[in-house]
Nanobody, 117 residues
Framework: QVQLVESGGGLVQAGGSLRLSCAAS????????MAWYRQAPGKQRELVAR???????NYVDSVKGRFTISRDNAKNTAYLQMNSLKPEDTAVYYC???????????WGQGTQVTVSS
């Protein structure tokens, strides 16, 4: 099993920044991709960004140019730097891990991000 622990969420004003972290532990040899998803009230969980063990990345269009995903393989930790935040970015953000090309096998508990206007 793989355990994921997120941190870094909070309340920020529009235009501000937050950095999320996701630390993986356990059977980390099972994962080659890490990702951030988010779920707003009444909406489905959506992929925000993902990164492979080799550093390949993919972003949803709505965050391109504002969010940056990165990864420290030695620490089994992924990060999501979020800049120029907008109220529509408000959601619970979940870290996921597994195969880079597939929906994650493992999930964190989620961290709330609230952007006020």
């Amino acid at each position: 099993q793989v355990q994921l622990v997120e941190s870094g969420g909070g309340l920020v004003q529009a235009g501000g920044s937050l950095r999320l972290s996701c630390a993986a532990s356990g059977a980390t040899f099972r994962i080659n991709g890490m990702a951030w998803y988010r779920q707003a009230p009444g909406k489905q969980r959506e992929l925000v960004a993902r990164i492979s063990s080799g550093g390949s990345t993919n972003y949803v269009d709505s965050v391109k140019g504002r969010f940056t995903i990165s990864r420290d393989n030695a620490k089994n930790t992924a990060y999501l730097q979020m800049n120029s935040l907008k109220p529509e970015d408000t959601a619970v953000y979940y870290c996921g891990a597994g195969n880079y090309y597939l929906r994650p096998d493992y999930w964190g508990q989620g961290t709330q991000v609230t952007v006020s206007s």
